[in-house]
Structure formats: structure tokens, C-alpha cells
């Protein structure tokens, strides 16, 4: 099946530090999402993004899917962004297949 | 509008037996997704259904099943439990197009003893 790789795994940055997130995935996908999951486990979608580039306020994501890779900013970071980041592909069958994450802390 | 639920929030059962969470979507929505996640295995995808018909499907065992009320409200059930379905279940709800943002719940957090 299709494999999901996120990078990296853990980041800690201090507040009002930008960062990059990726995702690698090995096949051609329907579409692609990005997901905040905060320390207390609360799911959040950020992004519906199968191609191209959007942004919502400090956040932007952009999608090359002919090369296989999504990229999540995150700019002037502050201690609310930390937690868990996920990619998540969906492809052939409409199946989902999520990455096991990159784990975000900020410090004051 | 209030926001998605799950009830129940806690749940501890054994193996061997069964257990039925529910999602409540946000007023409007006509499509859920149900989420497993566990510390081995990650998140992953379960089903998604809308308007009362199952759209995507993970690659779980035929234990877990799903259905959707007419009110959009969505129940899953896990039958024979087994240690390992110990985990998170969230559920999410959007409007039902695809690109259209998903909300979610604060999940089921269920134990299997």
C-alpha cells in the first residue's frame, strides 16, 4: 500500500520561529489533508490541499503531487501551534492513509 | 452551532464484547468519518458515511461496522472486542463535498480489559 512519511518527527522551536513540515508519499493520490491535533487530543483539519498552494493566516501548505510531496508552514510560531501534525493521503479505493506525524513544541 | 459529540466520552469493556459509540454531527452536515487512533498503529481511517450510505471504507475487520440515522447522527459498533482496539475513536462531520473541511469530535477514548 502507499507509505506516508512525515519530517521530521519531533521539532522544538522557540516562539516566533518559523518552520517546514513534509510529507513524502510513494503513489498518486486522490487528495491530501493536514491535521493539528493539540495536547489535549482535539483534532483540528487545517488543510484540504491535493495540489497547488493556500494559506490561512500564519499557516500555509503547498501540494506537488507530480513529486510527491506536501509542505506545511508555519510562520511566527507561538505556543498554541505545538502538538501533533498529520498529513493524511487519500488514494485508489478512497482509502485514507495517514503519516505518523511530526510532534511540534514551542517554547516561551 | 454546537459543535461535533460523542458519547460516550470513556469506556471500559473486556474482551468478547461489544461496544456502540455515537457521533453527533453539527447541525447541517450530512456526512461523518470515523477515526481510530492508537499508539502502535497511528490514526487511521475507518469509514465515512453520507446521507445514510457507507462512501469509503478502511481496511479494518468486518468487527467494525457503522451506520447513519437520517439525522445525519452516526453510530459505529466493535463486536468481540480484543485488546487491541483499545484506542481513541474520533469522528468528524462536513457538509459532505469533498475539499470541505472536517470537524471533529473529542473522541471516544475506549479500554479493553
Known amino acids: 500500500g502507499i507509505q506516508v512519511e512525515q519530517s521530521p518527527p519531533d521539532l522544538i522551536l522557540q516562539e516566533g520561529a518559523n518552520s517546514t513540515l513534509r510529507c513524502n508519499f510513494s503513489d498518486s493520490v ?5 491535521f493539528h491535533q493539540n495536547p489535549w487530543g482535539q483534532l483540528i483539519n487545517l488543510f484540504y ?24 508552514y508555519i510562520s511566527s510560531s ?14 485508489n479505493n478512497n482509502d485514507m492513509r495517514f503519516g505518523a506525524g511530526t510532534r511540534l513544541t514551542v517554547k516561551p | 452551532k454546537a459543535g ?64 447513519q440515522f437520517s439525522n445525519s447522527r452516526s453510530e459505529m459498533n ?15 462531520s462536513s457538509p459532505g463535498l469533498a475539499g470541505e473541511t472536517q470537524y471533529f469530535g473529542p473522541g471516544t477514548r475506549l479500554l479493553v480489559l
Do not use: M
Request: hydrophobic letters at 30%.
Open chain 2, 78 to 92: 466493535v463486536s468481540t472486542l480484543e485488546l487491541g482496539d483499545s484506542a481513541l475513536y474520533l469522528c468528524a
Open chain 2, 4 to 67: 461535533v459529540t460523542q458519547t460516550p466520552r470513556y469506556l471500559i469493556k473486556t474482551r468478547g464484547q461489544q461496544v456502540t459509540l455515537s457521533c453527533s454531527p453539527i447541525s447541517g452536515h450530512r456526512s461523518v468519518s470515523w477515526y481510530q487512533q492508537t499508539p502502535g498503529q497511528g490514526l487511521q481511517f475507518l469509514f465515512e458515511y453520507f446521507s445514510e450510505t457507507q462512501r469509503n471504507k478502511g481496511n479494518f475487520p468486518g468487527r467494525f461496522s457503522g451506520r
Open chain 1, 78 to 91: 507561538q505556543t498554541t501551534d505545538s502538538g501533533v501534525y498529520f498529513c493524511a493521503v487519500g488514494y
Open chain 1, 49 to 72: 490541499i491535493p495540489s497547488g498552494t493556500k494559506q490561512n493566516g500564519r499557516l500555509s501548505a503547498t501540494t506537488v503531487a507530480t513529486e510527491r510531496y506536501s509542505l506545511l
Open chain 1, 30 to 34: 486522490n487528495n491530501l489533508q493536514w
